[in-house]
């Protein structure tokens, strides 16, 4: 120590100034305190091992009772400058205090306690099934390899693990190190070594087996009720807004565990946003047809486009066209358009054919000119009184137009009655061949995602 007290401690212990001093640098590793994916910072328990020798630390142990090892403080002796490269900590000092251990040879053993915060690069695309590969560079801060060479302690080129706490949440895969030498830009021509540790750790995805995925496998399950619910009923509007807001909580609790600004989004977030999707526009569509059905408004048919893509293609595939239209309904209402764009029937032919049906035929001379003739010839040739004649024509004409008119205004609201009802049913057929094309979606959708999500990685 009075070598110290003469020389100082700045620079290094050696006999001259060309020579390089090797340290042995190994990492033990306790406890994953912390993996902070928000902020991308591993946080972790360690013990450093250093090794070197002190030329200026040496004695004869025969001359002072046998001693060959003595502890001091770490402050009155040279310390390399082993820095973690990749810190994020806001602490001046990583380090606990700890004695040195230098034997009679000049061989010193120094292992301080430390708290980690390493930077680490976090993917989180499988989340909650996800394994992270964090490094931890150390290397000498201030002298490259001719003044300082750093190795592995005793070869051994990982964490050692002989002291190691397991975690709740993550557990360790794999650990591996390797020693590499840069050139950065300050000095281009002298290398500068380096120790990289690199953990890999796998999350144990127990806690949010029941917080996340039982959940949504729960809702999921709903979600498929969702499209088999008529789309004119309320309990559907319901039913779908509650899981939309179920899907919506879990997003939520998803955010707080992964970054803000992550690189990658979580493929079960991405299921939850495509349910909440898929919900969103059966709910739509459910709500068009509450609205026609309960309100009774004016109802449009549907768009020739829609009505072949769904009734003629879609429901085709599905083999339910048949369930949903009976074909004599059809036909009879491919009759009806085809009878209302072609126009009703000669106005004197119905009028005569109600006449013949009121007066079983007796007044056949109001639509065939030839037989009134031959009428009038009749009651002439039997003396029939004409002005009687004439009352019981006007009287038969006027009750025949009340009777067309009534007619008419029946034939004309039962037409209007059976075109809203043909509407609102070609409506409830598009709806329902539509939720049954979201659910063969929304099944397929969950298969491929259960595959990528728990067997992709």
């Given at each position: 120590?009075?070598?110290?007290?003469?020389?100082?401690?700045?620079?290094?212990?050696?006999?001259?100034?060309?020579?390089?001093?090797?340290?042995?640098?190994?990492?033990?590793?306790?406890?994953?305190?912390?993996?902070?994916?928000?902020?991308?910072?591993?946080?972790?328990?360690?013990?450093?091992?250093?090794?070197?020798?002190?030329?200026?630390?040496?004695?004869?142990?025969?001359?002072?009772?046998?001693?060959?090892?003595?502890?001091?403080?770490?402050?009155?002796?040279?310390?390399?400058?082993?820095?973690l490269y990749n810190f994020a900590?806001?602490?001046?000092?990583?380090?606990?205090?700890?004695?040195?251990?230098?034997?009679?040879?000049?061989?010193?053993?120094?292992?301080?306690?430390?708290?980690?915060?390493?930077?680490?690069?976090?993917?989180?695309?499988?989340?909650?099934?996800?394994?992270?590969?964090?490094?931890?560079?150390?290397?000498?801060?201030?002298?490259?390899?001719?003044?300082?060479?750093?190795?592995?302690?005793?070869?051994?080129?990982?964490?050692?693990?002989?002291?190691?706490?397991?975690?709740?949440?993550?557990?360790?895969?794999?650990?591996?190190?390797?020693?590499?030498?840069?050139?950065?830009?300050?000095?281009?021509?002298?290398?500068?070594?380096?120790?990289?540790?690199y953990l890999t750790i796998k999350?144990?995805?127990?806690?949010?087996?029941?917080?996340?995925?039982?959940?949504?496998?729960?809702?999921?399950?709903?979600?498929?009720?969702?499209?088999?619910?008529?789309?004119?009923?309320?309990?559907?509007?319901?039913?779908?807004?509650?899981?939309?807001?179920?899907?919506?909580?879990?997003?939520?609790?998803?955010?707080?565990?992964?970054?803000?600004?992550?690189?990658?989004?979580?493929?079960?977030?991405?299921?939850?946003?495509?349910?909440?999707?898929?919900?969103?526009?059966?709910?739509?569509?459910?709500?068009?047809?509450?609205?026609?059905?309960?309100?009774?408004?004016?109802?449009?048919?549907?768009?020739?486009?829609?009505?072949?893509?769904?009734?003629?293609?879609?429901?085709?595939?599905?083999?339910?066209?048949?369930?949903?239209?009976?074909?004599?309904?059809?036909?009879?209402?491919?009759?009806?358009?085809?009878?209302?764009?072609?126009?009703?029937?000669?106005?004197?032919?119905?009028?005569?054919?109600?006449?013949?049906?009121?007066?079983?035929?007796?007044?056949?001379?109001?639509?065939?000119?030839?037989?009134?003739?031959?009428?009038?010839?009749?009651?002439?040739?039997?003396?029939?009184?004409?002005?009687?004649?004439?009352?019981?024509?006007?009287?038969?004409?006027?009750?025949?137009?009340?009777?067309?008119?009534?007619?008419?205004?029946?034939?004309?609201?039962?037409?209007?009655?059976?075109?809203?009802?043909?509407?609102?049913?070609?409506?409830?057929?598009?709806?329902?061949?539509?939720?049954?094309?979201?659910?063969?979606?929304?099944?397929?959708?969950?298969?491929?995602?259960?595959?990528?999500?728990?067997?992709?990685?």
């Amino acid at each position: 120590m009075d070598r110290y007290d003469q020389y100082g401690r700045v620079g290094r212990p050696v006999v001259n100034t060309t020579d390089s001093i090797n340290v042995e640098f190994g990492l033990s590793l306790i406890q994953i305190l912390n993996v902070d994916e928000r902020n991308q910072v591993l946080e972790t328990n360690v013990w450093f091992t250093y090794n070197w020798v002190d030329i200026m630390l040496t004695w004869n142990k025969t001359e002072h009772d046998g001693i060959d090892s003595v502890r001091v403080p770490s402050d009155k002796v040279w310390l390399p400058d082993i820095v973690l490269y990749n810190f994020a900590d806001p602490r001046l000092k990583e380090q606990r205090e700890a004695l040195v251990v230098v034997d009679n040879n000049g061989g010193v053993l120094w292992v301080p306690q430390a708290i980690l915060r390493s930077s680490c690069q976090f993917e989180t695309t499988y989340f909650p099934f996800d394994q992270q590969i964090c490094k931890l560079k150390f290397g000498s801060w201030t002298y490259d390899g001719t003044k300082l060479d750093l190795n592995f302690l005793r070869n051994e080129q990982n964490f050692s693990l002989t002291d190691y706490i397991p975690g709740t949440e993550w557990e360790i895969i794999e650990n591996i190190g390797n020693k590499t030498e840069l050139f950065y830009d300050c000095c281009p021509n002298t290398p500068y070594p380096d120790l990289t540790f690199y953990l890999t750790i796998k999350r144990k995805v127990a806690f949010y087996s029941f917080i996340l995925i039982l959940p949504c496998a729960l809702l999921s399950l709903l979600t498929l009720v969702i499209f088999w619910v008529p789309p004119e009923s309320p309990a559907k509007l319901v039913l779908g807004m509650n899981v939309f807001v179920a899907f919506f909580v879990l997003l939520l609790l998803l955010s707080e565990s992964t970054p803000k600004a992550a690189d990658s989004v979580p493929l079960i977030g991405a299921y939850f946003c495509l349910s909440m999707v898929m919900i969103t526009f059966s709910t739509i569509l459910s709500t068009i047809v509450a609205n026609m059905f309960f309100r009774g408004v004016r109802i449009n048919r549907a768009p020739r486009w829609l009505r072949v893509l769904m009734i003629d293609v879609v429901a085709r595939v599905f083999m339910i066209r048949d369930k949903l239209i009976d074909p004599a309904t059809e036909a009879q209402q491919k009759y009806n358009w085809a009878m209302r764009k072609t126009g009703e029937k000669n106005t004197t032919e119905l009028k005569c054919a109600k006449v013949r049906l009121l007066d079983d035929g007796k007044e056949e001379r109001f639509c065939n000119p030839s037989n009134e003739q031959h009428d009038q010839q009749t009651i002439i040739h039997n003396n029939i009184d004409m002005d009687r004649l004439s009352l019981m024509r006007s009287t038969l004409a006027d009750d025949i137009r009340i009777i067309r008119e009534i007619m008419e205004n029946y034939r004309d609201k039962k037409a209007k009655a059976e075109t809203k009802e043909n509407n609102l049913k070609e409506w409830k057929i598009i709806c329902c061949v539509t939720d049954r094309l979201f659910f063969l979606l929304y099944l397929i959708i969950n298969i491929i995602g259960i595959v990528v999500i728990f067997f992709g990685h």
